[in-house]
Every structure is written in structure tokens, then in C-alpha cells.
């Protein structure tokens, strides 16, 4: 069974670049999958950030407006977020997800890391 | 993109039935899986549906998700309601390599 673990700091300076990773345990990411992100601000729903996979395709939500990155490390199996140029807006609990793949434009379950909050300070 | 619209809350008495709509605005509901989630406060979400209507292991059968064409929506039944369903529901489809998740429902079970 996939273990998502969380790591980051939980305070992020306004304007600065905001960066979490994701250690992957039970299955290495190269053999499949996306691995993507999906913050929580308080009190509020769900939103996508973007989600990666291991042959390199990529794809964010153009709300971000090319903030956000992710990138994967196979060598010690975990994956990353950085957010440039944050605001108070993108505090929120970010979680690091598995999601599952069924080829083409076809996505099924996200399993879920166990989340962190960071905050944006002025 | 599309939206998923969501009911902001709902309630029933436990032992009842509950269910939960999802809305799209724009697309087929049935040309992309459609995810159920489940939040407790301060919890990360678990999948109670994923795939329009598969439950994971571990999910009771009193969790059934359907989709209808004719409402373009999604919806998660929750039967013989307890008190531990009380909890946050998203729901979550995706086009274009785009995730979409509703704005979610809150399930109070009184």
C-alpha cells in the first residue's frame, strides 16, 4: 500500500516561493502513476494545483497562471511543489496525491498525502 | 472548463438515506469517471466512489455513486446513515487532463 509523507515548511513569505515535498513509500514512482497536489484554503473546498507523470507529461490548473511546478525524483522516489510569488491567497492546507491513470484523457482515484499547512505571512 | 456543482449541505437521521448531486455545466457526466471523497474535519479526503460507481476496499455497500445522463450529474446514496458519514463529500471528474473538483457538500446526521 502507497504511503504519502508530507515535508515543508509551514510559514512562506508574501512574494516569496512557497516548496513542499512528497516522500513516496510502498511504490516507486517511476513505474506509473501521477503524482500531483491539491491545496485546501481554510474553511473552503478543494482545488487542483497539477499533477505530473514519470515519462515527463505535465499539466496544471491555468488558474495558477504558471506558478506552480512539480517535479518528480526518482532517485529518492518523492516529488515536489514549488509555488512562485505567493499572496496571502494560496494559504491553505496543500495535500500530495497518487493519481490513478487509465491512459489517454482517462483519470480515476486520487489517494491522498496526509497534508500541510502553510501560511503566507506579509 | 467545466464546473461540478454540489449541494452546500445536506441532512438525514441515521438509519435514513441521503443522497448527494453533482451537477456539471458543460460536457457529458458520462464521458469522464466521476470520484467520490470523503473529509472529516481536520482529516485529509478518502475515496468512498471512484469510477462512477466502484467502491474501494474497505468502503461499506451503504455507499452507491450513479450517474444520469439526463441531469448531466453524478450522485453519492448513503444508506442506513451513521453518525461517523458526518463529515464533508466532494465530488471530482476531470477533461483535458484538468481536474475538477464540486465545491462540496456538508453531510450533517442529526
Known amino acids: 500500500q502507497v504511503h504519502l509523507q508530507q515535508s515543508g515548511p509551514g510559514l512562506v513569505k508574501s512574494s516569496e516561493t512557497l516548496s513542499l515535498t512528497c516522500g513516496v513509500s510502498?511504490?516507486?514512482?517511476?513505474?506509473?502513476?501521477?503524482w500531483g497536489w491539491v491545496r485546501q484554503p481554510p474553511g473552503k473546498g478543494l482545488e487542483w494545483i497539477g499533477n505530473?507523470?514519470?515519462?515527463?507529461?505535465?499539466y496544471y490548473n491555468p488558474s495558477l497562471k504558471s506558478r506552480a511546478t512539480i517535479s518528480l525524483n526518482t532517485a529518492v522516489n518523492e516529488f515536489s511543489l514549488k509555488l512562485s510569488s505567493v499572496t496571502a491567497a494560496d494559504t491553505a492546507v496543500y495535500y500530495c496525491?497518487?493519481?490513478?491513470?487509465?491512459?489517454?484523457?482517462?483519470?480515476?482515484?486520487?489517494?491522498w498525502g496526509q497534508g500541510s499547512l502553510v501560511t503566507v505571512s506579509p | 472548463n467545466f464546473m461540478l456543482t454540489q449541494p452546500h449541505s445536506v441532512s438525514g437521521s441515521p438509519g435514513k438515506t441521503v443522497t448527494i448531486s453533482c451537477t456539471r455545466s458543460?460536457?457529458?457526466?458520462?464521458?469522464?469517471?466521476v470520484q467520490w471523497y470523503q473529509q472529516r474535519p481536520g482529516g485529509a479526503p478518502t475515496t468512498v466512489i471512484y469510477?462512477?460507481?466502484?467502491?474501494p476496499a474497505g468502503v461499506p455497500d451503504r455507499f452507491s455513486g450513479s450517474i444520469d445522463s439526463s441531469s448531466n450529474s453524478a450522485s453519492l446514496t448513503i444508506s442506513g446513515l451513521r453518525t461517523e458519514d458526518e463529515a464533508d463529500y466532494y465530488c471530482?471528474?476531470?477533461?483535458?487532463?484538468?481536474?475538477?473538483f464540486g465545491g462540496g457538500t456538508k453531510l450533517t446526521v442529526l
Open positions: 471530482q471528474s476531470y477533461h483535458n487532463h484538468n481536474q475538477v
Open positions: 510502498g511504490y516507486l514512482i517511476r513505474n506509473g502513476y501521477y
Open positions: 469510477e462512477d460507481k466502484q467502491r
Open positions: 505530473m507523470h514519470h515519462f515527463g507529461d505535465s
Open positions: 458543460s460536457g457529458s457526466i458520462a464521458s469522464n469517471y
Open positions: 496525491a497518487r493519481i490513478s491513470y487509465c491512459g489517454g484523457d482517462c483519470y480515476s482515484n486520487f489517494e
